[in-house]
Nanobody
Framework: QVQLAESGGGLVQPGGALRLSCAAS????????MGWYRQAPGKQRELVAT???????TYADSVKGRFTISRDNAKNTVYLQMNSLKPEDTAVYYC?????????????WGQGTQVTVSS
């Protein structure tokens, strides 16, 4: 089991930047793939970025070139650096952790942090 706690959200003007953090506890962090998802009002939750236990990253087309996901296994933390923010980036951002076992799959979610991009 793993517990996740996001932080770093807030209000920012278009073109600004925010850095989200997700602190994990309760399990061996380095064995999990991590991801950031977001959910805007009235819309389904969507993938933003992922990073595997080996450090391979993927990004949604909408954030490619603007957002960067990274992890610090020594601190049990995953980050999402968000630059050149746009109003359409406004959403609740959720951290996730996932791991496949020989006969199980486990996914955990944080409670989310609000990001609002507005002038």
């Amino acid at each position: 089991q793993v517990q996740l706690a996001e932080s770093g959200g807030g209000l920012v003007q278009p073109g600004g930047a925010l850095r989200l953090s997700c602190a994990a506890s309760g399990d061996i962090f380095s064995t999990y793939a991590m991801g950031w998802y977001r959910q805007a009002p009235g819309k389904q939750r969507e993938l933003v970025a992922t990073i595997t236990s080996g450090g391979t990253t993927t990004y949604a087309d909408s954030v490619k070139g603007r957002f960067t996901i990274s992890r610090d296994n020594a601190k049990n933390t995953v980050y999402l650096q968000m630059n050149s923010l746009k109003p359409e980036d406004t959403a609740v951002y959720y951290c996730s952790a996932a791991r496949h076992g020989s006969s199980t799959f486990n996914r955990y979610w944080g409670q989310g942090t609000q990001v609002t991009v507005s002038s």
